[in-house]
């Protein structure tokens, strides 16, 4: 899309229209001439001169030839002082910064104006945008072509700093052949928005919509009020829509967040796991984001909760089996990642129920009758669930801040099947969502702690964002396992043991119940009492002790 817009766009602002400058700058060159008490100062003129007031020879007779002089005497009009600065006053509008929104979301590509002005100039610039200005004949000669930029400023009657301004009825009757040319092209390769422009005065522009040849897309033109006979006929030869509007303030303000609104619903193009991770980053630390950074959060969660096995499930074998953990393993990886980076960089309680809910939308039961005889594949429905338990610990952990693990742990439950509830420190240990069937041939040959070593390999690269170097991300690792262990010990009577037992056993034993005990307990679990802790801490060491797995 294309805009057009006239004064009207920057009334609300307090900058005057080209001809109130000139009539004000004639009111100054009677002064100056000795006749402060002239009543029609353009009739004084043309009797003065013998023709009518023309923009460079009335600037020239106030300021002579000199570029510096010019712009000293027409910024008052188009500058703030600073006291209109503190009042608002020729400062961007809510209108300018509409447009620029639009220009930020890339819709408008192309802006036609007949202001002199920078009010859009400095809306864009507050907006991130840098545009391409032509404002004379040359700049149209030499502009960069209008697929390459992200965003062109026409100004068709110049720049008030520039020379070579339009505004009397004799110069804006015609355009230079490169403008004329320009003009066209916009008119008749792009939609057009027209704003605060009657079509009155400006000739040349007129005569540029009427010659347009297609109708390619379409013409909205917004008026407020009637529209006059004038504008009506150039309504019916463009096949224009008409919109009524309040003013330009509210109009690109109100079209600019409904197109926002429009954008992010229907932009179902998912994002890459890189992107994803990125936008959580800058959502985190700004509280108004709070609705983006949840609409970024949950979606992926329900996404991957949709994913269910279905009914008619094949026989269980390790390939079949494989498969469907595959399956799981790609849908939730972006969940995993972005759960990571909120757990990681998050210090406010508002995440971390962010995250205790995303998990919690992975454990909701399913329907009656829900799923399949084989006992493996209902197993493994949990098992993004799962997945995401240990992004969440792991981050924890190496963050020192587990409290959003240790909340899942002590809030949610799994409803079974048999209707039957189950702690999440039982229900979604690996051994229980990933059972024995396939490790064997995963790895092609037996391993004391199969299913940590397996997970182990599957969250290093998800969690690489956060945990950049192999040895932080093992020893969080370990460090987790080993606290879901005694949590599991103390609920359910015995904990899966991980791959720390032989790779950093003493370390994590000795370390962690003093480093996260209390916290733990603080979250409610262990029922909250200390010897609680010292008996499951004493009873998974039992365990282990008299496991098969030390050698």
Known sequence: MAILVGSGISR??????????????????????????????????????????????????????SPADRRNLLEPY???????????????????????????LGYIRVILTTNFDRLLEAALSEAGVNPVVVSSEAAAAGATPLAHSRITIVK???????PDLKNTVEELSTYGPELNRLLDQVLDEYGLIVCGWSG??????????????????ATYWTHVGPVSDLTSQLLA????????????????????????LLHEASDQAPLSTALAVA?????????????????????????????????????????TVTARMRLYEETSSRLVALLATITYFSDESRHDELVVESIGRLVEPRPPHYGTIYNVYEALLLYPATLAMYAVGIAGVATKRPAPIFQAFHALRVDRSNGQTEKLSSALASWRTLGNVA???????????????YLHGVLRQPLSHVLMSDREFDTAFNEFEYMWGVLCAYE?????????????????????????GAAMLDAGLFEGDASNLQTALDNFKQQVNTSNLLW
């Open 492 to 516: 359910y009577g015995r904990g899966p043991i991980g791959r720390w037992v032989w790779s950093d056993r003493r370390s994590v034993e000795n370390t962690l119940p003093e480093r996260f």
């Open 200 to 217: 009155e005065w400006d000739l040349a522009l007129r005569e540029a919509l009427l010659r347009a040849p297609g109708r390619r897309y």
């Open 12 to 65: 609300s602002a307090g900058i005057p229209t080209g001809w109130e400058v000139v009539k004000d700058l004639l009111r100054r060159a009677a002064v100056a001439a000795g006749e402060p008490d002239v009543d029609d100062p353009e009739s004084w003129w043309r009797e003065r001169h013998g023709d009518d007031p023309g923009y460079s020879d009335l600037l020239t007779s106030l300021t002579g030839p």
């Open 156 to 162: 068709l009657h110049g720049d008030y700093l520039e």
């Open 237 to 260: 030869h463009r096949s224009a829509v008409s919109v009524p509007i309040d003013g330009a303030d509210t109009f690109f303000d109100t079209l600019a967040t409904r197109v926002e």
């Open 78 to 104: 188009f500058v703030p002082t600073d006291d209109e600065r503190e009042r608002g006053v020729k400062l961007p509008t809510a209108g300018h910064r509409g447009i620029a929104r639009l220009v930020a």
């Open 439 to 453: 490790f064997e041939q995963i790895f092609g040959d037996r391993r004391k702690t199969p299913q940590s070593d």
């Open 279 to 319: 936008a959580a980053k800058r959502y985190l630390p700004d509280p108004i984001q709070r609705i983006r950074l949840h609409d970024l959060i949950v979606p992926e969660a329900n996404s991957v909760r949709a994913l269910d096995t279905p009914v008619d499930s094949p026989h269980p074998t390790v390939e």
